[in-house]
């Protein structure tokens, strides 16, 4: 018997654990390409927060209540131009990564390290100028994750990369969703409590 459960364990993979790439951030099992604005209900979109914007002064501050994973700010946050949206992450996927730049947003904008609020001060988001909380696929790039990063370092319009575990490749991102830049809409992306 013993023989036996030694032969099946030797057979076991073991976990896979994603490459930590210096200058970003890793998103573990997670498509950051792929929007959820609805994980959070009514914290998408909601007049009632845009007549509110005493809720956004410290701008993650509903969003740590919450423990969202990124947000999107209109310009002008703190006033009736208000927010945009609490957003989520969609369904965890275990074949890819996600990294975001720790040093630039793209476009020659240089990403900002922020801290949470009150309501979670010792979270730290990756804030950058455009987007609105999303990212859109730039470029298909050929191999593993170093390799992405290679590729989106030498790009300027690249602000981070989807990897596939199975080291294939992946997409180098930039800021925006479908097509749209969107300009003025800030982004906030929660940096994983271990990094």
Not at 133 to 155: F, I, Q, R, W, Y
Request: proline share 5%.
């Amino acid at each position: 018997m013993s023989l036996v459960l030694l032969a099946l364990s030797s057979t076991c993979a073991a976990a896979f654990t994603p490459a930590a790439i210096a200058g970003y951030t890793l998103h573990a099992g997670v498509d950051i390409t792929a929007a959820n604005d609805t994980a959070f209900g009514a914290l998408c979109q909601n007049k009632a927060f845009f007549d509110f914007p005493s809720v956004w002064i410290t701008p993650s501050a509903v969003c740590d209540l919450v423990r969202c994973p990124r947000f999107g700010l209109r310009a002008g946050a703190k006033s009736k131009a208000g927010p945009y949206c609490v957003k989520g992450w969609a369904v965890a996927n275990t074949t890819v990564d996600s990294y975001v730049s720790a040093t630039t947003c793209g476009y020659g904008t240089t990403a900002k390290t922020l801290s949470g609020s009150c309501n979670d001060p010792v979270a730290k988001y990756t804030h950058c100028p455009n987007g609105g909380g999303d990212t859109m696929p730039l470029a298909s790039v050929a191999g593993n994750a170093a390799a992405l990063a290679k590729a989106c370092g030498a790009d300027t319009k690249c602000c981070g990369f989807l990897a596939r575990r199975d080291g294939t490749g992946g997409t180098t991102l930039q800021y925006g969703f479908a097509g749209n830049r969107y300009l003025g809409f800030d982004s906030y992306t929660r940096i994983p409590a271990d990094q």
